[in-house]
């Protein structure tokens, strides 16, 4: 073998063992980035919320119903997780107005909040989320706009132009960077005071004032242009909006190294995807996923400055996908959002029986759904029949559009159903601004590549709320660790929680069918543990969105609408206040948390003494009472003798750890005593024995408290109210004189899709156009909305 052909053997051999080297490491990278992404999926669960409004306008006196949606982010399957859902409505300041607890079952739950007389007129923000979700940005939370209009407070009519207008203009490079002597896209967004987008044009000068792109935005304030930035300058941007003087704004700062990303979709079955650097060759890696799932991770050589990646967009999963390029030491360098159309996948048809009706006649209402193969579907779904006029118009929110793009991006995201429902030129265009303006997203990488964990600072409600609350220790003001405590909820129904503090003082309470405005009452064994503070924290996040709502202003159009609104409340409160104020009992489990009592004293059967001390030695054969060091005490008897120490002795569910006030308490105030003879253990919490004495009114029988006990007013989860709608069967109850002036005829959170006479309902004396808008999900994540109406005359 020659000397020439055996070098050209050892350069294909090494050519070979550095491309075997090479490409292991850049596989392992790959998977480094996979296994940690993966990792930070498991411990993360991504919960979404849909709120289903009956309308978005209300005034004072009226009832705000709605419908909650809970599903899992990853695949938009309603999510039995959170047992509980807290809705607010906030005024600018995040202020909370009214705050409400829903149950939820297999991620659904409904509810209603009563809108106060003394509310101003605005617009605010109704809000929904989990417990779980507190663990993440608020930006995610479901936000919606709902106006308030107050007719015995004066509205701003026409004030528009009382203040300059103001206007929010930001500018976003693709990918995140703008690097010296690249060529790369820069999207703008403006939003005016009322949060919708406007209408820009503008130019960009260099700092020679030299002009090197113009833009002009193409959909709700958004637009995009490209320009190649050079070094050592900095960009201006001089911006018009209509006949205004112009606005200059300063662009991002230019990078004099760096990594700048362009993805192209020319419609073909490959998203093109260019990464151009100016820091060396080397490798770059893509990693693609969709809601959490990894849908693409590959590596590219940089080659003169460029690295090209071609992705499938078949393997992409629909809706909003991230696409993070990584340096060679797993940096995240660029990232950016593209958006795949999702397959509609329920549709709902609806309809009435009729296209016009009188006053005071019935409405049936047809519904069906199906899939896009036609198979006939039975979604979740939820029904609202209004009145639109000057001042209520078409709530065009919907849960389709939400899950797919709401959800998943940061702020208001104007006119979401435009995106879905046309697919053109002009709204790929519009999506992909869309897409540019969001820059980096909703978790950190370098929390994620470090395989940390997230640190949750609030669980999953997944049995019941839970009311969570701090110990300190009044002596040295720190938290307090190990101190057992109790929390119970005074009433003929026991509710007794116990709870041990972790090494930050944090107690919970996991509680179970509590519902309703009630007192807690929270304290420790002043007996054992009296130097100590408890501060029950508020459930309701403290954590707030960016987004501002506009200012709310009356124009003279809606002066009449909102004359026959007014009327129509007060009516329905003068007329039917009763029928409007009816509310279901919950379902609960009675039985206290000690199960089947040892035995239960109705103190009614026995002939009772003027001592609660007489009653108990007479009648009570499990007990034994004594006096030592001149306090009562109550010895537990059960078949292998007495039990140490003084049982655990409730009243109404408070525990009494002063046996002298139980001796002192009224027998004639005494229901029931139950007694469980046998050592409990509950939670961190033991007892010697139980007795659980029930007073008639539930009112602890007239026992003092412990002064350092905590009692506060608690609401638990809302009890469910009826929904009013009168019945014009007979021509008795049509020729009735009681005025009916509703605008809202008809809601429903559970209508069945079965077809003919699904939902039924009488139209009020209010003549004009009605629509009714159904919003539903199955149990597979398909999601669909749909719209009807018709004229009463």
């Known amino acids: 073998m020659s000397n020439t052909h055996r070098a050209i053997l050892r350069a294909m051999l090494l050519t070979s063992v550095l491309c075997l080297i090479f490409g292991s490491s850049k596989a392992q990278v790959i998977q480094e980035v996979q296994n940690s992404f993966n990792l930070y999926k498991q411990s993360s669960l991504q919960e979404k919320i849909f709120v289903h409004t009956d309308k978005n306008v209300y005034l004072p006196g009226e009832i705000v119903w709605f419908k909650i949606y809970c599903v899992d982010g990853n695949d938009h399957k309603p999510l039995n997780l959170s047992k509980v859902a807290y809705i607010e409505l906030l005024d600018n300041s995040q202020s909370a107005i009214i705050q409400a607890k829903i149950l939820l079952k297999n991620g659904m739950g409904d509810g209603s909040l009563y809108v106060p007389v003394t509310v101003t007129n605005g617009n605010y923000k109704l809000r929904a989320y989990t417990n779980w979700m507190k663990n993440f940005s608020p930006d995610f939370y479901f936000e919606k706009a709902i106006t308030l209009v107050n007719p015995l407070?004066?509205?701003?009519?026409?004030?528009?132009?009382a203040a300059a207008p103001s206007y929010d203009i930001q500018f976003f490079p693709e990918g995140g960077n703008l690097v010296s002597g690249i060529a790369g896209k820069v999207a703008v967004k403006a939003v005016g005071a009322d949060g919708k987008g406007v209408d820009i044009k503008g130019a960009i000068f260099d700092n020679h004032n030299d002009t090197v792109a113009r833009f002009s935005t193409l959909k709700f304030g958004m637009g995009s242009f490209s320009f190649t930035p050079a070094a050592n300058n900095f960009y201006k941007a001089s911006i018009r909006i209509g006949n205004n003087s112009p606005i200059i704004k300063d662009l991002p700062e230019v990078s004099s190294q760096g990594y700048v990303m362009t993805v192209t979709d020319d419609g073909s079955a490959q998203l093109n995807i260019s990464v151009k650097t100016n820091s060396g060759d080397g490798s770059v890696y893509l990693f693609a996923h969709t809601r959490q799932l990894v849908k693409a991770a590959e590596s590219a050589l940089v080659n003169n400055g460029t690295a090209i990646f071609k992705i499938n967009k078949n393997e992409l999963g629909e809706g909003i996908s991230h696409l993070t390029v990584f340096n060679n030491n797993k940096q995240p360098v660029c990232e950016r959002l593209?958006?795949?159309?999702?397959?509609?996948?329920?549709?709902?048809?609806?309809?009435?029986?009729?296209?016009?009706?009188?006053?005071?006649?019935?409405?049936?209402?047809?519904?069906?759904?199906?899939?896009?193969?036609?198979?006939?579907?039975?979604?979740?779904?939820?029904?609202?029949?209004?009145?639109?006029?000057?001042?209520?118009?078409?709530?065009?929110?919907?849960?389709?559009?939400?899950?797919?793009?709401?959800?998943?991006?940061?702020?208001?995201?104007?006119?979401?159903?435009?995106?879905?429902?046309?697919?053109?030129?002009?709204?790929?265009?519009?999506?992909?601004?869309?897409?540019?303006?969001?820059?980096?997203?909703?978790?950190?990488?370098n929390q994620v590549l470090n395989n940390r964990r997230p640190e949750f600072a609030f669980l999953p409600e997944y049995r019941g709320h839970l009311v969570t609350a701090k110990i300190i220790n009044t002596e040295s003001n720190t938290p307090a660790k190990g101190i057992v405590t109790y929390m119970g909820i005074p009433g003929r129904r026991v509710q007794l929680y116990a709870s041990s503090s972790d090494s930050l003082g944090h107690l919970l309470y996991n509680t179970k069918d509590f519902y309703g405005p009630n007192e807690i009452i929270v304290q420790t064994n002043p007996l054992v543990d009296s130097s100590y503070r408890i501060d029950v924290a508020s459930p309701f996040s403290e954590q707030y969105s960016k987004t501002v709502l506009p200012k709310f202003y009356v124009n003279n159009t809606m002066l009449s609408s909102l004359k026959a609104h007014s009327i129509g409340i007060q009516a329905l409160n003068i007329y039917s206040g009763s029928s409007i104020k009816r509310f279901f009992d919950p379902v609960v489990d009675s039985s206290a948390f000690f199960g089947k009592p040892y035995k239960r004293y109705k103190l009614d059967d026995f002939v009772r003494f003027t001592t609660m001390e007489e009653d108990l030695r007479e009648y009570v054969s499990e007990d034994n009472i004594v006096q030592s060091h001149g306090h009562f005490h109550i010895k537990v008897l059960n078949d292998r003798g007495f039990l140490d120490g003084d049982p655990l002795v409730l009243v109404d569910g408070i525990p009494v750890f002063n046996i002298d006030k139980i001796i002192g308490i009224d027998p004639l105030k005494v229901r029931t005593l139950d007694v469980v003879r046998e050592r409990y253990f509950y939670g961190p919490a033991s007892a010697e024995g139980i007795f659980s004495f029930v007073t008639y009114k539930g009112d602890l029988g007239g026992v003092d408290l412990d002064p350092h006990a905590v009692v506060i007013d608690y609401e638990g989860l809302q009890i469910h109210r009826e929904f009013y709608s009168p019945v014009y069967?007979?021509?008795?109850?049509?020729?009735?004189?009681i005025p009916d002036f509703r605008n809202l005829l008809y809601w429903s959170p559970q209508v069945d899709a079965l077809g003919k006479d699904a939902a039924s309902f009488y139209t009020s004396d209010q003549p004009g156009k009605y629509v009714g808008v159904l919003q539903g999900i199955t149990d597979s994540g398909k999601a669909g909305s749909q719209y009807f109406s018709f004229d009463v005359k």
Do not use: H
């Open 729 to 737: 069967d007979t021509r008795d109850q049509a020729i009735s004189r």
């Open 338 to 445: 593209y958006f795949k159309r999702p397959v509609q996948k329920l549709f709902i048809e609806a309809s009435a029986d009729d296209k016009q009706y009188g006053t005071r006649k019935k409405v049936s209402v047809s519904v069906s759904a199906k899939d896009a193969a036609g198979q006939a579907l039975n979604p979740n779904l939820s029904l609202s029949v209004y009145r639109v006029d000057s001042l209520q118009g078409v709530d065009n929110d919907d849960i389709f559009s939400y899950l797919w793009l709401n959800s998943e991006l940061k702020g208001n995201v104007e006119s979401a159903g435009y995106y879905l429902k046309n697919a053109n030129a002009e709204t790929d265009e519009a999506l992909d601004n869309l897409m540019l303006t969001q820059g980096w997203r909703r978790f950190q990488w």
């Open 153 to 161: 407070r004066s509205p701003d009519i026409g004030a528009r132009t």
